[in-house]
């Protein structure tokens, strides 16, 4: 068995969590796009001010900006899944539910390797039945991945930064995460 560089380590782990790609983003060329947190104040996908991992609870849109920047990598990652259909919400439903386990899979296995991480992930938590959002604290803080939509990102952007693909085509979902990382 070899010695491996600490992004040798992150990329086997993400395959052995079951991530379909991943790939470096420069932190310099982020953006975090108004438009894209004004979806999620619109109440896009339905969990805005509901939880922990999304806005308002994620904190302003600067505040992601410098927190993000207080990092020295960016990886992006994604799962693909198969759908019976275009309008397959179940699947759909099913697949951000399985991304969940996937991403806390791959915060396991890499957790200890740094001095501080963010894990990034698609839409809301989902670690408890109902969040404690706004009224106590989190109940698993080190479970808790903050929505990368939440952040403003573009991921369609990102993938295109990251060398990874956006869209794997007709009966399928890619969801995507992100891990920001200090050695």
């Known amino acids: 068995m070899g010695v491996y560089t600490l992004q040798e380590t992150i990329f086997r782990n993400a395959r052995r969590a079951g991530l379909s790609e991943?790939?470096?983003?420069?932190?310099?060329?982020?953006?975090?796009?108004?438009?894209?947190?004004?979806l999620c104040e619109e109440n896009?996908?339905?969990?805005?001010?509901?939880?922990?991992?999304?806005?308002?609870?994620?904190?302003t849109l600067e505040e992601c900006r410098e927190r993000c920047r207080s990092f020295d990598h960016m990886l992006l990652f994604?799962?693909?899944?198969?759908?019976?259909?275009?309008?397959?919400l179940e699947g759909m439903y099913d697949s951000m539910r399985?991304?969940?386990h996937t991403v806390d899979r791959f915060d396991w296995f890499v957790g200890s390797l740094f001095s501080r991480k963010l894990f990034l992930a698609n839409g809301a938590c989902g670690n408890c039945p109902k969040c404690a959002w706004p009224d106590e604290p989190c109940r698993f803080p080190d479970r808790l991945h903050h929505s990368i939509e939440g952040y403003g990102f573009n991921i369609?952007?990102?993938?295109?930064?990251?060398?990874?693909?956006?869209?794997?085509g007709y009966k399928t979902i890619t969801l995507f995460g992100a891990l920001f990382?200090?050695?």
Do not use: Q
């Open 98 to 100: 399985m991304f969940r």
């Open 44 to 59: 896009a996908c339905r969990n805005y001010s509901t939880n922990w991992a999304c806005p308002p609870a994620v904190g």
């Open 78 to 88: 994604n799962k693909v899944y198969t759908l019976r259909d275009s309008y397959d």
């Open 181 to 183: 990382y200090c050695e």
């Open 156 to 168: 369609m952007k990102l993938a295109e930064h990251a060398g990874i693909e956006y869209s794997h």
């Open 22 to 38: 991943i790939g470096e983003v420069d932190i310099s060329v982020l953006r975090h796009e108004g438009w894209v947190r004004k």
